[in-house]
């Protein structure tokens, strides 16, 4: 074998094997959210996580004390979308928020914000 079929078969070995353990690094991935209520009341506001437009994987009702928040709480799959309702109102959908750091992925940390007093009232951010 000639130096140029080693180094072209070397290199296809190296993307192949790179490219595996890309994909397997994928599914290691852990997610996860944070809500802030900055209302000066109390609200309740329940989250809906789903991997698919038509399916969530996770529900929870927080009951939040005025200008409060909860940090670091996580996810068992890869989020597609979130469902949010605060109190009893219509439930807003977002898509979950894009990597600020990791171009064509999405975020490992989402951020939730609720501000009645703000012109957008709520806010989905990526925090990474």
């Known amino acids: 074998m000639n130096r140029r079929s080693y180094l072209a078969v070397s290199g ?5 094997l790179s490219a595996g353990c ?4 994928d599914t290691e991935t852990e997610y996860a959210f944070n809500l802030y209520n900055a209302a000066q009341e ?3 506001i329940t989250v809906r996580i789903g991997s698919e437009w038509d399916t969530y994987f996770y529900r929870e009702t927080f009951e939040m004390e005025p ?6 709480i996580s ?3 890869t ?7 605060i109190d009893d109102s219509d439930e ?7 990597s600020i750091s990791n ?7 989402a951020s939730l914000h609720y501000d009645p007093n703000d012109h957008q009232q709520l806010m989905v951010l990526a925090d990474n």
């Open 22 to 25: 890309l994909s397997r690094s």
């Open 92 to 98: 807003f959908e977002f898509g979950w928020p894009a």
């Open 42 to 44: 109390e609200h309740s």
């Open 67 to 72: 200008n409060t928040g909860n940090e670091d």
């Open 79 to 85: 989020p597609a979308r979130i469902g949010i309702r």
């Open 103 to 109: 171009e064509g992925e999405i975020a490992s940390m």
């Open 75 to 77: 996810i068992d799959d």
């Open 12 to 16: 296809l070995a190296i993307s192949t």
